[in-house]
């Protein structure tokens, strides 16, 4: 049985697994379901060393993804879309959503769900000190990628505390 803190982590003390590469898989709580994608990690465990060495505590991190019907605070930063096959219409699930944000590669960021949607939420930024700052706009692409294909959209814009609507995206080569 885990070790659970009302930070989310859990901590299991009775594995006895050989060393080796494993996947972890994670189902949201049932009150949590609608929020949040299944997610997995895969990770390379460890044997636990023998006395007098140092412990590795084997940590594995994995992320709950919002899925597209989380519900988000009005004045969160938001971009929705809709990814399907360009050849039938049908969405594409699980898709891995990477985001390039101000130039900057931020890595993995989202999943599709199973009718095809997501949603990508802006870190916050710190407020302006000045009276006359703006409202920053990040500027932005997605790179989604499906087993044997890649697709990158063209860089888009939002401003902070708005939601911007990629509508339907078609994906070329499906």
Known sequence: MPIVARSGVYCFLDLNLAA??????VEPSKNDRSRYLDAE???PL??????????????VTVQLLPKSSYPFDAQATLARGRLIKASDKTPIENAQIFLTLDTVDKGLWQRTDESGQFVIFFPRTEPGTEAADTLKEFKFTLRFEIPGHSHTTSEQTVKEGTTNSLS???FPGT
Do not use: H, S
């Open 20 to 25: 080796g590469n494993y996947t972890v898989q």
């Open 41 to 43: 990690q895969e990770f």
């Open 46 to 59: 460890v044997p636990v060393p023998t006395a007098a060495q140092p412990l590795n505590r084997n940590l």
């Open 168 to 170: 339907t995206i078609e």
